[in-house]
């Protein structure tokens, strides 16, 4: 009893309460290494929090109370920001928040640094509150069973009847690139003349789906709908908010149909894309931590501020690791291209399905109409999509990209490999006034057949019947095509 009221074991216990409950709120997103990995992380920040603060006060009730007032503005900013805005809409503005925290942290300083007292009550309080928190959490708050969709065909409550196929099976090249809107778009909304990469797509043997559209206008909507064949029927049924919508939709995306029937033909998966894919994780690792602890992480303080803030003061910095940061989807781009184009030339006993997903005409706008680097202030702003003329001018390079990579790829397999070149939407140019006209989902769209075969494609053909008519066309099937149908859903990004 007498520790409860000299010892700080909430300052551990904060941490442990908060991975904990984030943990069973997200139960079956979160992979419990995951979890354990996190908690650990935030257990040794508290401790170096605590000492550096006994290190200023001298004092362990102190450095305790101050260490755990910070923790608790850290760990619970998002909860408490999103009880203002549903209560207190005004006072959950950062204008406000922040320099209210920062008040209230300069006067516990300075009290603390005035008083003498032990605070004995208040420690045996705070222990017993996070340990009763912890308990009940423990105990009543795991589900039966999760919540976490982790196989293929769940996108839509109609399973697929694929059937098996033992004939040629030529390597594929899907290659994605991130909001290239349609040529018919391009010269009908723009002006703007995109006739010389068509060209050189039918020269090379392409069939271009010239009035071709994408289902969803997100990425992250479009892409599971495209590897799933089909629309995203259950999305409405998942509980937890947006953030727990985000992991449900890269879940569609990890354990997709089309990778399913892929792996059960014998087929051998190369990612080259930002998203995992099942056993063959993106090559792309922009963090120490796993990807699903972001559905703890995203209601820290630094979260919250780095999403809705910390953008508008990359102008201003002169750190070289927000430059690095900057050009991050660059960066990134290259080293796909790089390993796309490596594999294409490396044997292979079986045949290969090659994922490569590019950030390119997407913004950030990194080069001019000539090529030219261009400086950019930020790794990305909704307000860039609304700058036209860049993103016209951005085609240049992306076309250039992308005709060298498909002249690679022609070279690697002697023409005898199929490829699918596509966007996932269009240009999305002031999307922020929320209407959701057809030229944002109106999307580049060509497909190489070695046989040259393309009967069974159609001009107004939409992505969720894309693999459809690719499997019945080279593989055998027999899938049924779907209604190409615009679902507007809101705020998916």
Request: hydrophobic share 40%; aromatic share 16%; proline share 6%.
């Amino acid at each position: 009893m007498k520790r409860l009221q000299t010892i700080p074991f909430f300052v551990l216990l904060l941490p442990v309460f908060f991975v904990l409950h984030g943990y069973l709120a997200n139960f079956g997103y979160i992979h419990p290494g995951d979890a354990f990995l996190l908690a650990g992380i935030y257990l040794l920040g508290s401790a170096i929090l605590f000492f550096t603060l006994y290190l200023f006060f001298r004092n362990r009730t102190k450095a305790a109370l101050l260490a755990g007032f910070l923790l608790a503005i850290y760990f619970f900013f998002g909860a408490l920001q999103d009880f203002l805005k549903e209560y207190l809409h005004p006072l959950s503005r950062y204008a406000v928040l922040v320099p209210a925290m920062l008040v209230t942290a300069t006067a516990l300083i300075i009290f603390l640094r005035r008083t003498s007292r032990e605070f004995p009550r208040l420690f045996y309080y705070l222990n017993i509150l996070f340990l009763i928190y912890i308990v009940v959490d423990a105990v009543l708050r795991v589900p039966v069973k999760p919540v976490r969709v982790v196989q293929g065909t769940q996108a839509s409550p109609d399973p697929i009847d694929f059937s098996r196929y033992q004939g040629p099976k030529p390597d594929i090249y899907f290659l994605l690139f991130d909001a290239y809107a349609s040529t018919k778009c391009l010269r009908d909304q723009y002006h703007f003349d995109n006739g010389d990469f068509d060209r050189f797509l039918t020269g090379k043997g392409f069939h271009i789906q010239s009035s071709s559209r994408s289902n969803y206008k997100y990425t992250i909507l479009s892409m599971p709908s495209i590897l799933n064949m089909g629309y995203l029927d259950k999305l409405k049924d998942v509980k937890g908010g947006p953030v727990a919508e985000y992991y449900y939709l890269s879940d569609l995306i990890k354990d997709n149909d089309l990778m399913y029937w892929l792996r059960w033909t014998g087929y051998d998966i190369v990612n080259c894309s930002i998203f995992d894919l099942r056993g063959h994780p993106s090559p792309i690792t922009e963090s120490l931590l796993p990807l699903q602890t972001r559905l703890i992480t995203d209601q820290t303080f630094y979260s919250r501020f780095y999403r809705d803030v910390a953008w508008n003061f990359y102008q201003f910095t002169l750190n070289p690791l927000s430059e690095q940061e900057i050009d991050l989807s660059l960066n990134n781009d290259n080293k796909l291209i790089t390993l796309l184009e490596s594999a294409s030339a490396a044997p292979s006993a079986r045949p290969r399905f090659f994922y490569g997903h590019f950030n390119i005409p997407h913004p950030p706008y990194y080069y001019d109409k000539e090529n030219r680097r261009r400086k950019v202030l930020a790794p990305y702003r909704p307000e860039d999509e609304d700058r036209v003329q860049d993103y016209l001018d951005y085609l240049n390079y992306t076309n250039k990209r992308a005709e060298e990579m498909i002249d690679t790829i022609l070279v690697n397999t002697r023409g005898q490999a199929v490829i699918v070149i596509m966007g996932d939407h269009g240009l999305r140019a002031h999307d922020r006034l929320g209407y959701n006209p057809p030229s944002f989902l109106e999307n580049q769209n060509a497909v190489y057949f070695p046989g040259r075969d393309y009967h069974l494609f159609y001009d107004s053909i939409s992505g969720v019947n894309q693999f459809r008519v690719i499997l019945n066309s080279l593989f055998g099937q027999n899938l049924p095509l779907l209604k190409d149908s615009i679902v507007n859903v809101k705020d998916k990004k």
